[in-house]
């Protein structure tokens, strides 16, 4: 398990959408839920999620973290707690500086 962890991180991370129909993601560690309007992916950039309809999952590369999903797709967002956590504690330090 941690050598298949080790050879993901290795790669990078990246997206590529043709006409919000055909997406491919690179360095997903794993699916944590999907269904047909979203997707929940783990990658070595932190959580992703994919919002649209008729989503579905055409190809899962576990070695190589590729993921390719087809359908429509109407939003592409990260959910990083940790900065969220960071930017409430910049903004206070910097009001009562």
Do not use: C, P, W
């Amino acid at each position: 398990m941690d050598k298949q962890e080790n050879n993901i991180s290795g790669y990078n991370h990246g997206i590529s959408l043709l006409e919000r129909k055909s997406l491919v993601i690179t360095g997903v560690k794993k699916i944590d839920n999907f269904d047909d309007s979203q997707f929940v992916l783990e990658t070595i950039m932190g959580f992703m999620v994919v919002k649209g309809s008729e989503l579905e999952l055409v190809k899962l590369d576990t070695l190589q973290g590729n993921v390719s999903i087809k359908g429509m797709v109407d939003s592409i967002t990260y959910a990083d707690e940790n900065s969220k956590k960071d930017k409430e504690d910049s903004i206070f330090n910097r009001l009562f500086k």
